[in-house]
């Protein structure tokens, strides 16, 4: 496969793999012996890994932000210099096209399973691919979602770019920072019961046990009243949320519905009246990509933390 301009000249200046890189990617390993010099990453917070850890100059592109409405200055600034190759999933012709040699999406974050673009379909093209772990429920079983998913995440792709040490001391510092912070806090006399409302006025969408709010909710302190669903992301009735009613209710604020916009729903529907959360006005409004494993987790969980303490 021929590699962009921009490729070949970073290929002298691209650390080497002082030995071949074997990495755990849901139910694959994925082994490199060099690091990626033309990455794409999909969506909004899989793109601030990569930022996160410096690599944008072994990058060509990203896809599926402004597609979703999930574009912020924070994230705009750190891709400047890189073209978005398509709005929401890209096509298997986007990344070829592009001379990619690496993709870094998720089931549901870019891919989806039986669909056009996977990592078998890819490796034809010499494209690796290397999953996000909150996603590999959808193909595979595994535990439920925790911050060690994401902490794992940042781990496997400093390995896989040569940037070990920078990835181990960024997953430490955040170690640090929650720990420090969660320590200072006044604790709490019960978890709070938390629901996550994402769309949906007929049906809400919200996170189940494999979702990262899950493992954010808890991490702050409280329990996330559908922690006994056994799915990521679906859509359920509203009897069971007024039934466990919930003490907080988490918006996640993206796309069309503003979250102003649903807490306005929800105080202003007579059903939801007799909901804790609603009665005392308790919701804590979490962006996408604060939602969604990735770097803003940390201040997800602080934001949490604090909404859970407020009067």
Not at 100 to 120: I, Q, R
Not at 173 to 195: H, I, K, N
Not at 274 to 284: C, E, M
Request: glycine share 8%; charged share 20%; net charge negative.
């Amino acid at each position: 496969m021929r590699l962009p301009l921009a490729a070949l000249i970073l290929a002298a200046a691209a650390p080497a793999l002082a030995d071949p890189v074997t990495v755990k990617s849901c139910n694959r390993e994925v082994t490199f012996d060099a690091p990626p010099l033309a990455a794409i990453s999909n969506d909004v917070n899989l793109t601030e890994m990569m930022l996160a850890l410096g690599l944008t100059d072994r990058m060509v592109g990203y896809t599926g932000v402004s597609g979703w409405k999930t574009l912020d200055e924070t994230l705009r600034a750190g891709v400047a210099e890189l073209p978005e190759l398509s709005a929401k999933y890209p096509s298997k012709e986007v990344l070829i096209g592009a001379g990619a040699d690496f993709y870094f999406a998720g089931w549901n974050y870019g891919m989806k399973a039986g669909g056009e673009v996977t990592p078998e379909t890819l490796a034809p093209f010499g494209i690796a691919v290397y999953e996000l772990t909150e996603s590999c429920i959808h193909i595979m079983p595994k535990a439920r979602t925790s911050m060690e998913d994401m902490y794992a995440d940042i781990l496997n792709l400093g390995r896989i770019f040569g940037v070990e040490e920078k990835a181990e001391a960024l997953v430490a510092g955040w170690q640090r920072e929650l720990a420090d912070y969660l320590a200072g806090l006044t604790p709490l006399a019960a978890p709070p019961r938390v629901f996550v409302y994402d769309p949906g006025e007929d049906a809400p969408f919200t996170a189940g046990r494999y979702a990262m709010p899950t493992a954010l909710i808890e991490a702050a302190g409280g329990v996330n009243i559908t922690d006994d669903l056994e799915k990521s992301w679906a859509e359920i009735g509203w009897e069971p949320v007024i039934e466990r009613n919930p003490e907080v209710v988490v918006i996640v604020n993206y796309g069309d519905v503003t979250a102003d916009q649903k807490i306005a729903f929800m105080k202003g529907n007579p059903a939801f009246a007799g909901i804790d959360a609603v009665k005392n006005d308790r919701f804590v409004v979490l962006e996408y990509v604060e939602a969604t494993p990735g770097p803003r987790n940390i201040a997800a969980v602080r934001k949490l933390a604090a909404g859970f303490r407020a009067e």
